[in-house]
């Protein structure tokens, strides 16, 4: 089974910031099939990103997935007040599909 | 507009069980994979179980083989989750979620809002 491991936990900072989160796989995750999903308080899970870096339909585009291989990084360019939500990574190259534990990312 | 709405929660006493139903629209249900997915309280994400469009292939977790069951109607576009000999460790939000292809080995493209099973005696 993948582990994933998420950095950091949580994530203080201001509207208009630069987000930069990070998914470490325990080994290679095949096809670069790794997802983010968002995940707001009282909310199901949103996907964002699918394939490592491809946007989901309806996601802005301030919203950017890259990596390969074990290492994985979603960016939010410029932070929106309804951006501060729990970020998971998922992969699904391999069974079980596993998800990391989730970066907070909360209002400084 | 795709939608998934789950059903079927509620409170239940350890070694019971329960049924969960999700009902489906605005998409070609019998042409997409579906999943089980649950979060214990304050917890993170666990997937459970998958079913393809035809409902021919099934995959479980290890932590609930054996125990649930997941299975389809593509004549009523209701995904179903039978979960027998119920645990407290069991107690979760349980959403249903769709796969962007037909045999759901993906990600999970859309989600229901979930049902609370609670566990307990």
């Known amino acids: 089974e993948i582990v994933l491991t998420q950095s950091p936990g949580t994530l203080s900072l201001s509207p208009g910031e630069r987000a930069t989160l990070s998914c470490r796989a325990s080994?290679?995750?095949?096809?670069?099939?790794l997802a983010w999903y968002q995940q707001k308080p009282g909310q199901a899970p949103r996907l964002l990103i699918y394939?490592?870096?491809s946007r989901a339909t309806g996601v802005p585009d301030r919203f950017s997935g890259s990596g390969s291989g074990t290492d994985f990084t979603l960016t939010i360019s410029r932070l929106e007040p309804e951006d501060f939500a729990v970020y998971y990574c998922q992969q699904y190259g391999s069974s079980p599909r596993t998800f990391g534990p989730g970066t907070k990312v909360e209002i400084k | 507009e795709v939608q998934l709405l789950e059903s079927g929660g509620g409170l239940v006493q350890p070694g019971g069980s329960l049924r969960l139903s999700c009902a489906a629209s605005?998409?070609?249900?019998?042409?997409?994979?579906l999943h089980w997915v649950r979060q214990a309280p304050g917890k993170g994400l666990e997937w459970l179980s998958s079913?393809?469009?035809?409902?021919?292939?099934?995959y479980y977790a290890d932590s609930v083989r054996g125990r649930f069951t997941i299975s389809r109607d593509n004549s009523k576009n209701t995904l179903y989750l039978q979960m027998n000999s119920l645990r407290a460790e069991d107690t979760a939000i349980y959403y249903c979620?769709?796969?962007?292809?037909?045999?759901?080995?993906?990600?999970?493209?859309?989600w229901g809002q979930g049902t609370l099973v609670t566990v307990s005696s």
């Open positions: 605005g998409f070609s249900f019998s042409f997409y994979g």
């Open positions: 979620a769709k796969d962007p292809t037909k045999v759901a080995d993906y990600y999970f493209d859309y």
């Open positions: 394939g490592a870096s």
């Open positions: 080994q290679s995750v095949s096809s670069n099939f």
């Open positions: 079913i393809g469009g035809s409902g021919g292939r099934t």
